[in-house]
């Protein structure tokens, strides 16, 4: 069952959102060359920390870093190192963070350095793939009206959906119901309905969407190694629209 957040609860998301927010512009600018992921994850603990919220991911399911951390051909859930950074990579922090007891959610993808073509291409058109996603958002939509979008998006520039991997509700539990996939058909799926809150994340490849998982039991990469994109934003059903949370 979707549930339908009351005043209160969207306060405590949007707080919830907007520190996940402010945790993205305190990290960007130490996202260069030599920085280790393990250093990265330090600074994002202690900053959600320091906003009086907890880092969500440490412990979840047993997840054992405080933010996911993934580069290039990493799509998601990258565990934090002593890996450092390159010079072209392109890196994704994926912050959650609980604020009394609500969660925020919101994956990024950036740029190292100077980057290819092809890292620039992946990068631009998985976030447009995310607008073109929230752009059909409003009550009485269906799931499978974002789906259709990001899907068609990404079809149109040629790029891999990973099926396997999905947005969600979020509340306060991190993932809540409805799954929601990147791919599908418009007027299909549940119903979205003012006051819903879920996270839209297009995950997207520059080759196959096929994918597997390392040894480590968590980090996803692609099959043939190609560079992948994520990008996602929590929202609140409005009457005719939405609200991003994750935002200043």
């Known amino acids: 069952?979707?549930?339908?957040?009351?005043?209160r609860e969207i306060e405590l998301l949007r707080e919830a959102g907007h520190i996940v927010y402010e945790t993205?512009?305190?990290?960007?600018?130490?996202?260069?060359?030599?920085?280790?992921?393990?250093?990265i994850d330090d600074l994002a603990a202690e900053f959600i920390i320091s906003k009086g919220a907890t880092p969500s991911c440490k412990g979840y399911n047993g997840y054992?870093?405080?933010?996911?951390?993934?580069?290039?051909?990493?799509?998601?859930?990258?565990?934090?190192?002593?890996?450092?950074?390159?010079?072209?990579?392109?890196?994704?922090?994926d912050i959650c963070a609980c604020y009394k007891g609500y969660h925020g959610d919101s994956a990024w993808s950036y740029p190292v350095g100077n980057i290819s073509s092809d890292?620039?291409?992946?990068?631009?058109?998985?976030?447009?793939?995310?607008?073109?996603g929230l752009k059909v958002i409003k009550n009485g939509?269906?799931?499978?009206?974002?789906?259709?979008?990001?899907?068609?998006?990404?079809?149109?520039?040629?790029?891999?959906?990973?099926?396997?991997?999905?947005?969600?509700?979020?509340g306060n539990h991190l993932h809540e119901?409805?799954?929601?996939?990147?791919?599908?058909?418009?007027?299909?799926?549940?119903?979205?309905?003012?006051?819903?809150?879920?996270?839209?994340?297009?995950?997207?490849?520059?080759?196959?969407?096929?994918?597997y998982m390392l040894?480590?039991?968590?980090t996803i990469k692609t099959d043939d190694g190609s560079l992948s994109g994520h990008f996602e934003h929590t929202i609140v059903v409005t009457d005719d629209g939405y609200e991003i949370l994750t935002k200043e």
């Open 64 to 93: 054992p870093a405080n933010i996911c951390i993934s580069i290039n051909d990493e799509v998601v859930h990258g565990i934090a190192s002593k890996r450092k950074l390159k010079e072209g990579d392109i890196v994704t922090l």
């Open 1 to 7: 069952m979707i549930s339908i957040k009351s005043d």
């Open 177 to 211: 119901e409805p799954n929601v996939p990147n791919y599908g058909k418009a007027g299909t799926g549940p119903v979205l309905r003012t006051g819903m809150v879920i996270a839209v994340e297009p995950m997207l490849t520059l080759g196959s969407p096929d994918i």
């Open 24 to 39: 993205h512009q305190y990290l960007k600018p130490f996202l260069h060359p030599g920085i280790t992921t393990q250093e």
């Open 119 to 132: 890292a620039k291409y992946i990068l631009e058109h998985t976030e447009k793939a995310l607008y073109e």
């Open 141 to 170: 939509c269906r799931v499978g009206d974002i789906s259709h979008a990001v899907e068609e998006y990404a079809n149109t520039y040629h790029l891999g959906v990973v099926k396997e991997l999905t947005g969600h509700g979020v």
């Open 215 to 218: 040894d480590d039991d968590w």
